[in-house]
């Protein structure tokens, strides 16, 4: 079982930066880390994934070029770093791990069914 537990989200102004935490116990030998966000109204969608073997990443279309995910494995944390924030951002952010080990690509890693664990997530409100 693994635990998930985000920190880090807060306001921001538009055009602002802020970076998430996820802090990971339990059995920590997943492959696969994420971030999704869900907007009020909206779907939950993928973000950005890093395959924590080797650092490899994938990042939303919307989200490339502003964020950053990254980990510390000494610490067992997966990071956000979210800049040139706009509106459109607010949204509640999720971690993400997957159970099963061994390499499986990226092309589902932004999609929910292809992780395990969850988060509770961490609310990011960016306003002008």
């Known amino acids: 079982q693994v635990q998930l537990v985000e920190s880090g989200g807060g306001s921001v102004q538009v055009g602002g930066s802020l970076r998430l935490s996820c802090a990971a116990s339990g059995y920590t030998g997943t492959n696969y880390m994420g971030w999704f966000r869900q907007a009020p109204g909206k779907e939950r969608e993928g973000v950005a994934a890093i395959y924590t073997r080797n650092g490899i990443t994938d990042y939303a279309d919307s989200v490339k070029g502003r964020f950053t995910i990254s980990q510390d494995n000494a610490k067992n944390t997966l990071y956000l770093q979210m800049s040139s924030l706009t509106r459109e951002d607010t949204a509640m952010y999720y971690c993400?791990?997957?159970?099963?080990?061994?390499?499986?690509?990226?092309?589902?890693?932004?999609?929910?069914?292809?992780?395990?664990?969850w988060g509770q997530g961490t609310q990011v409100t960016v306003s002008s």
């Open positions: 993400a791990a997957r159970a099963s080990s061994g390499y499986s690509g990226f092309s589902y890693s932004l999609t929910e069914n292809f992780y395990t664990y």
